[in-house]
T-cell receptor, first 114, second 115 residues
Framework: AQKVTQAQTEISVVEKEDVTLDCVYE???????LFWYKQPPSGELVFLIR??????QNEISGRYSWNFQKSTSSFNFTITASQVVDSAVYFC???????????FGKGTKLSVKP | DAGVIQSPRHEVTEMGQEVTLRCKPI?????LFWYRQTMMRGLELLIY????????DSGMPEDRFSAKMPNASFSTLKIQPSEPRDSAVYFC?????????????FGEGSRLTVL
C-alpha cells in the first residue's frame, strides 16, 4: 500500500532560520513520482517540485532545496533563510504509475515569525 | 491560460439541502480529480475521471455523493442530502497524460459549510 508520512505537524521558526520539512513515503512501485505542494493561508495548492524515482539528484531552486533518498524512502524539503512569506502548509505527495491520483501526506504547517 | 476554475468559492447551506459544486478543468487536460480537505483527514481523493469516464470512485464517502463529467470541460460534484460532516474544502484538479508524471493542477477550492 502507498502512504506518505509527514511527521512534523507544525514548525515555528524565526525569519532567516533554515528549516527542513520531512517526508517519508511507502510504495511497491519501482516507478513513482514525488511532489511538494504549498498551501498558503489563501488556500490554493501551489505546485513546487516533482521528482521521479529514477532521479536521486538533489535539486536547488533559490532558497528551496530537496533531498531525495531512496535508501530511506525520504524526500525532504529545506528552506534556507526562511521568510515570513514562506508561512504555509506544505504537503508532500506520491504518485504511482499504476494509480491515477496523488496521495498526500497530512501536511506540515510552517510559521515563520519576523 | 486559465487554470482550473471552481464554483462556488463559498457555499453555506442547511442540512438536508442539495449542494452542487462545479469545475472547469484546464483545456486539453484529460484527467480530472475531486479532492476533499478537512482538518481531521487531510486531502482525500473522492473520484477521478479519464476522458470523461469515472475511473476510481472508491473515495466517495457514500451514496449521498455523486459526480459527473458530461464533457471534457465541465464536471460536477453533488451532495444530496448534505450533512454537517460534509463541511470541507472541495478541490478540483486536472492533469494531462497520466503516464508521464501525475502532476495535478488545482483549482482554488470550494469551501462548503453545512449548518
Amino acid at each position: 500500500a502507498q502512504k506518505v508520512t509527514q511527521a512534523q505537524t507544525e514548525i515555528s521558526v524565526v525569519e532567516k532560520e533554515d528549516v527542513t520539512l520531512d517526508c517519508v513515503y511507502e510504495t511497491r512501485d519501482t516507478t513513482y513520482y514525488l511532489f511538494w505542494y504549498k498551501q498558503p493561508p489563501s488556500g490554493e495548492l501551489v505546485f513546487l517540485i516533482r521528482r521521479n524515482s529514477f532521479d536521486e539528484q538533489n535539486e536547488i531552486s533559490g532558497r528551496y532545496s530537496w533531498n531525495f533518498q531512496k535508501s530511506t524512502s525520504s524526500f525532504n524539503f529545506t528552506i534556507t533563510a526562511s521568510q515570513v512569506v514562506d508561512s504555509a502548509v506544505y504537503f508532500c505527495a506520491l504518485s504511482e504509475r499504476s494509480q491515477g491520483n496523488l496521495i498526500f501526506g497530512k501536511g506540515t504547517k510552517l510559521s515563520v515569525k519576523p | 491560460d486559465a487554470g482550473v476554475i471552481q464554483s462556488p468559492r463559498h457555499e453555506v447551506t442547511e442540512m438536508g439541502q442539495e449542494v452542487t459544486l462545479r469545475c472547469k478543468p484546464i483545456s486539453g487536460h484529460d484527467y480530472l480529480f475531486w479532492y476533499r480537505q478537512t482538518m481531521m483527514r487531510g486531502l482525500e481523493l473522492l473520484i477521478y475521471f479519464n476522458n470523461n469516464v469515472p475511473i476510481d470512485d472508491s473515495g466517495m464517502p457514500e451514496d449521498r455523493f455523486s459526480a459527473k463529467m458530461p464533457n471534457a470541460s465541465f464536471s460536477t460534484l453533488k451532495i444530496q442530502p448534505s450533512e454537517p460532516r460534509d463541511s470541507a474544502v472541495y478541490f478540483c484538479a486536472s492533469s494531462i497524460h497520466l503516464s508521464n508524471t501525475g502532476e495535478l493542477f488545482f483549482g482554488e477550492g470550494s469551501r462548503l459549510t453545512v449548518l
